[in-house]
C-alpha cells in the first residue's frame, strides 16, 4: 500500500477523517492541521521560546500571523489551481487578494531573520516550509524572489530542520 493510500484507510481516517498529515496522538486526543500541533508543541516547551509567553503582545502578533499563514496556504494552493480570484470573490474569501498577502509577508520579513521580533519561533519554520513547497513542489513563487527566499532558506538550514526532513522522508519510506 502506497503511503498515500494508508492515508485513505479506514485506520487513518479513523485518526484524521480528512486523509490529511499531520495528525498527533497525544494521550486519546487527536490534533490535526499543522498550526494546531505548532502551537500546542511550542506550548509544552516553553523553556524553548518557540512561542512568545501567554497574554504577551507579542503572543497576539503571533496569532495573528499564525492566521495570516492559514490565508497564506489557501491563496497560494488558488494561485498554484489557477482560481480566477476577481473582485467580488475577493470580498467574500478570507485571504481577500492573494498578491496582498504575499506582499504584507514580503513586508514583514524583509530584511529581518525572524518574523516576531528578534526570536526564532514556531511561525518561522512554517513560513519557510510554505514557501519552500510553493517554490519547489507546487511553483507558484519564484526561486528569484530573494526577500522570501533569504527569508525562508535561514530556517530551512537549520540543523533541527534537517533532521526532521530526514526522520520525515524515512517515515515515508517506511510507510510505503
Not at 77 to 96: H, L, P, S
Not at 102 to 107: A, E, I, P, S
Request: aromatic content about 10%; glycine content about 6%.
Amino acid at each position: 500500500m502506497q503511503f498515500g493510500e494508508q492515508m485513505k484507510s479506514a485506520e487513518y481516517l479513523a485518526v484524521n477523517p480528512q486523509g490529511q498529515v499531520p495528525a498527533l496522538k497525544v494521550g486519546d486526543t487527536v490534533l490535526t492541521e499543522t498550526v494546531a500541533i505548532l502551537t500546542f508543541l511550542a506550548e509544552q516547551f516553553p523553556d524553548k521560546g518557540l512561542i512568545p509567553p501567554a497574554g504577551s503582545i507579542e503572543r497576539g502578533e503571533f496569532y495573528r500571523w499564525l492566521c495570516l499563514s492559514i490565508h497564506l496556504e489557501y491563496a497560494l494552493m488558488d494561485k498554484f489551481k489557477q482560481v480566477n480570484i476577481d473582485a467580488e470573490t475577493q470580498k467574500a474569501i478570507g485571504y481577500g487578494n492573494p498578491d496582498v498577502v504575499l506582499d504584507t509577508l514580503r513586508q514583514q520579513v524583509n530584511g529581518r531573520t525572524f518574523i516576531l521580533g528578534n526570536q526564532f519561533s514556531v511561525l518561522d519554520l512554517y513560513f519557510s516550509a510554505l514557501i519552500a513547497h510553493f517554490t519547489r513542489n507546487m511553483p507558484v513563487l519564484s526561486a528569484d524572489d530573494s526577500i522570501l527566499q533569504n527569508y525562508a532558506a535561514a530556517h530551512l538550514a537549520r540543523p533541527a530542520f534537517a533532521e526532521t526532513m530526514a526522520w520525515a522522508e524515512q517515515a515515508v519510506k517506511e510507510m510505503a
